[in-house]
């Protein structure tokens, strides 16, 4: 599109990339974890040595238990934590929001609520305006402990998936699932990433 403004500007005499076909993106093939090696992942990141060691297993764990998005999991405060109900309240960032402009509800499956009661417990004086997290990020960290453990390295997002393959192997349903991912679709893109999973 650019080549042709060029061109009726009289810029240039006539598109270079007009034969191009675009290219079909691949989809990613997911290399999760299992249960044991995503533990011994999270004990190698808490056994960094570094300061924030510890909160870099807990985001970890946040995002898997959770599975937000990075950006969504740096917003979440204690004020979203309904611990009677145990749900999570996902807003987003405060001038820009989640990705799909809405507000949403996850639960909060068992490990989850052990993790916000642990981390609740340890920073009682925090106000409620506070961020659940302590850090925003952990790849490097996270490259260091898959490696040593052994196992495909994996991102942020590759946790997400982690949330939504266990959420489906343990019966959940993909619209119900896709609902909390904040998926706007109705499960279209939950059922082409995870469909196999219900299958099997």
Not at 26 to 54: I, M, Y
Not at 162 to 173: H, K, M, Q, Y
Not at 180 to 198: E, T
Request: charged share 30%.
């Amino acid at each position: 599109a650019i080549f042709n403004v060029a061109i009726t500007t009289g810029t240039l005499y006539r598109n270079p990339a007009l034969g191009i076909k675009r290219a079909k993106a691949r989809a990613k093939q997911l290399t999760l974890p299992e249960g044991k090696q995503f533990e011994r992942f999270v004990a190698e990141l808490e056994a960094g040595g570094s300061r924030n060691s510890q909160n870099c297993a807990d985001l970890v764990r946040f995002l898997a238990f959770g599975g937000f998005r990075k950006s969504e999991a740096a917003t979440i405060t204690w004020a979203d934590c309904d611990f009677e109900k145990r749900e999570m309240v996902v807003r987003g960032d405060p001038e820009t929001g989640t990705k799909n402009w809405s507000i949403r509800r996850v639960p909060m499956i068992p490990d989850l609520f052990a993790l916000l009661g642990r981390l609740r417990n340890m920073r009682r004086e925090e106000p409620a305006s506070q961020p659940v997290m302590s850090v925003r990020e952990c790849q490097k960290a996270m490259d260091r402990a898959a490696k040593v453990v052994g196992m495909v390295r994996i991102t942020h997002h590759d946790l997400r998936h982690l949330f939504a393959t266990r959420c489906i192997e343990s019966g959940v349903d993909i619209p119900t699932v896709s609902r909390w991912l904040g998926h706007k679709d109705g499960g279209a893109l939950a059922m082409k990433v995870y469909g196999h999973l219900r299958d099997q």
